[in-house]
């Protein structure tokens, strides 16, 4: 299947199964893709995390339960919420008002997605971003021993890059590279407005111990063959750069028909890595595409 014909699966399972815990590992598990391949690759698409999108259709479809006078407690155990005050709390964050506001007032209530065909860029958007994006590569990376760390919250990039920084300086550990991205979370982590970011350090296999006693991990992480694309100054407007990145990528590949034969790998990832060249930052964007 395409990529896009994935993301059609998953908007599928969630309509067919709106009344059940979803969580990102169930999703994947259903649909056979690995959680962090899908969570990028979902909101490159949509604009949405999974999870994100699973919360708008469980409070859209209990919208319709509403009108039917269905009582408010049942309607928020049926979806999911633990309590009343937890779903009138996702509610007036996705919508403005309490439950009890739509039993008599009209909301328009939003049809499953449909997933656009994503193409390369026209010509007003190669325009756009031709400053700052480069052409697409293949990339083959090797054999990695990582230290992995990650943190949950409002902002969780700088925390955990800073934490394990900081902690490589205190150990003096020889670093060879770094990469992040984004670690999907749960439904109720995601109500509250917080993501999840995971950062390596790749370093040499005989220095693995000294993550014992710490609340970092290490991982063994096998060679893959990676389709590359580089922004140039990314922090400069990052909420426009980076996500344009994204996608110029993602269409490349649908669009020159690549096959990633990697996307069943569970522990598979979409990796970012900043790096300075003579004073100028760039960030390496990089989606897998076979075992190197």
Same mark, same amino acid.
């Given at each position: 299947?395409?990529?896009?014909?994935?993301?059609?699966?998953?908007?599928?399972?969630?309509?067919?199964?709106?009344?059940?815990?979803?969580?990102?590992?169930?999703?994947?598990?259903?649909?056979?893709?690995?959680?962090?391949?899908?969570?990028?690759?979902?909101?490159?698409?949509?604009?949405?995390?999974?999870?994100?999108?699973? *919360?708008?259709?469980?409070?859209?479809?209990?919208?319709?339960?509403?009108?039917?006078?269905? *009582?408010?407690?049942?309607?928020?155990?049926?979806?999911?919420?633990?309590?009343?005050?937890?779903?009138?709390?996702?509610?007036?964050?996705?919508?403005?008002?309490?439950?009890?506001?739509?039993?008599?007032?009209?909301?328009?209530?939003?049809?499953?997605?449909? !997933?656009?065909?994503?193409?390369?860029?026209?010509?007003?958007?190669?325009?756009?971003?031709?400053?700052?994006?480069?052409?697409?590569?293949?990339?083959?990376?090797?054999?990695?021993?990582?230290?992995?760390?990650?943190?949950?919250?409002?902002?969780?990039?700088?925390?955990?890059?800073?934490?394990?920084?900081?902690?490589?300086?205190?150990?003096?550990?020889?670093?060879?590279?770094?990469?992040?991205?984004?670690?999907?979370?749960?439904?109720?982590?995601?109500?509250?407005?917080?993501?999840?970011?995971?950062?390596?350090?790749?370093?040499?296999?005989?220095?693995?111990?000294? !993550?014992?006693?710490?609340?970092?991990?290490?991982?063994?992480?096998?060679?893959?063959?990676?389709?590359?694309?580089?922004?140039?100054?990314?922090?400069?407007?990052?909420?426009?750069?980076?996500?344009?990145?994204?996608?110029?990528?993602?269409?490349?590949?649908?669009?020159?028909? !690549?096959?990633?034969?990697?996307?069943?790998? *569970?522990?598979?990832?979409?990796?970012?890595?900043?790096?300075?060249?003579?004073?100028?930052?760039?960030?390496?964007?990089?989606?897998?595409?076979?075992?190197?």
């Amino acid at each position: 299947m395409t990529l896009k014909e994935y993301i059609e699966e998953i908007i599928k399972y969630v309509e067919e199964n709106i009344h059940e815990v979803m969580t990102a590992d169930i999703i994947s598990e259903k649909i056979g893709f690995s959680k962090f391949y899908l969570y990028r690759i979902f909101q490159t698409y949509t604009g949405l995390t999974l999870m994100e999108y699973v *919360r708008k259709r469980k409070l859209n479809h209990a919208l319709i339960d509403l009108k039917a006078d269905q *009582r408010i407690i049942d309607i928020a155990l049926n979806y999911g919420y633990g309590s009343e005050r937890a779903f009138s709390r996702a509610f007036v964050n996705e919508f403005g008002k309490s439950p009890s506001h739509f039993r008599n007032n009209e909301q328009e209530i939003e049809s499953k997605l449909s !997933v656009y065909d994503l193409s390369l860029p026209r010509k007003d958007w190669i325009e756009m971003v031709k400053d700052y994006l480069s052409k697409v590569k293949y990339d083959t990376l090797k054999e990695m021993t990582v230290i992995s760390g990650i943190r949950i919250g409002a902002e969780p990039e700088d925390e955990i890059i800073n934490l394990m920084m900081t902690f490589q300086k205190e150990k003096n550990i020889k670093v060879e590279r770094s990469f992040g991205f984004d670690s999907p979370v749960d439904e109720e982590t995601t109500n509250k407005g917080h993501r999840g970011y995971e950062f390596w350090l790749v370093i040499d296999e005989k220095d693995a111990s000294i !993550v014992e006693g710490t609340e970092f991990v290490i991982k063994q992480i096998p060679s893959y063959k990676y389709a590359c694309l580089r922004i140039t100054d990314p922090f400069e407007n990052p909420m426009e750069k980076i996500p344009n990145a994204w996608k110029s990528l993602v269409a490349w590949i649908e669009e020159n028909n !690549v096959v990633c034969e990697t996307n069943k790998d *569970r522990n598979l990832d979409c990796l970012e890595e900043v790096i300075d060249v003579d004073g100028t930052t760039y960030m390496d964007i990089m989606i897998p595409l076979s075992k190197g």
